[in-house]
């Protein structure tokens, strides 16, 4: 039972786009023998009192939903995706477990642009399944474009607009918590909106400075203006180290690890 105001939220992968080892650098510089250095792909899981809503569908999805189906059930209401790059999407084929777990099509949450471009790589996950077929053999996503808030039952999220690069990404709140990945700037008026979260989930790639993700001093300026009670880094690549970073931020910022479950 989850009160009015919590949300829960589960962290299933906190890996930059090749993930932790990455196929052609390894592990890096992190410590492989820390199973918090092992990330996959960016994906969460948020649950408030009336809705369970997975975030991103990056190409790890198998597994992580796998690991969070032995403790949760997967009766997601709505999927909300952040931008169309692969490792955000590329597992969308695993959706189809979701699709028949709940004998339901999904409803897709995500902006016109991620749609463009995603409803063009994927068209068969956007196709109904055809007339006299009863059951998913692929997946069936109905796509929702969002605006400022998405409603879904009675939560109420924010929608935060990122920078990212040449493309916009998009953030979510709601009310103390949000997940910003893959960002590299907001406008001010995105970034307004953050203000007051407690718990926030943010990009930081690396240490050093990049063109479209977050590093981590820019991490620590956001954090300054924003005063979370914590800040959890994600998207982080093989040069992240987890006791290291531990050992050297502030106390209102760590770095998250595959398996992490929040309570906000
Ligand atoms: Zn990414
Ligand atoms: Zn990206």
């Excluded at 692969?86 to 642009?113: M, P």
Aim: proline share 4%; hydrophobic share 35%.
């Amino acid at each position: 039972m989850i009160m009015n105001n919590k949300i829960i939220v589960n962290i299933l992968g906190c890996g930059t786009s090749a993930g932790v080892p990455s196929i052609i650098s390894g592990w890096g510089s992190v410590d492989k023998n820390n199973p918090k250095n092992h990330r996959l792909r960016c994906v969460i899981t948020m649950k408030t009192h009336d809705s369970h809503i997975l975030v991103d569908c990056g190409p790890d999805l198998k597994q992580q939903l796998f690991e969070y189906s032995q403790n949760n059930n997967l009766d997601f209401d709505a999927i909300f995706l952040t931008h169309q790059h692969a490792d955000h999407i590329h597992g969308i084929d695993e959706l189809r477990w979701v699709c028949t777990r709940n004998n339901r099509d999904l409803k897709v949450y995500a902006s016109k642009s991620i749609f463009d471009s995603i409803i063009k790589r994927f068209e068969y996950a956007f196709t109904p399944l055809p007339k006299g077929v009863d059951f998913y053999f692929k997946p069936v996503l109905q796509p929702i474009e969002i605006k400022d808030k998405i409603k879904i039952n009675n939560s109420e999220f924010i929608v935060i607009e990122q920078h990212h690069g040449k493309i916009k990404s998009y953030g979510y709140r709601y009310k103390d918590f949000a997940y910003c990945t893959d960002v590299v700037d907001f406008d001010d008026t995105e970034f307004e909106k953050l203000k007051g979260v407690k718990t926030l989930i943010i990009d930081c790639l690396r240490i050093q400075e990049h063109k479209t993700h977050a590093h981590l001093e820019k991490v620590k300026y956001w954090v300054s203006k924003l005063n979370p009670d914590m800040a959890y880094l994600t998207h982080m690549d093989n040069t992240m180290d987890y006791e290291d970073l531990l050992n050297q931020l502030p106390d209102n910022i760590r770095p998250a690890y595959d398996g992490l479950e929040i309570t906000v």
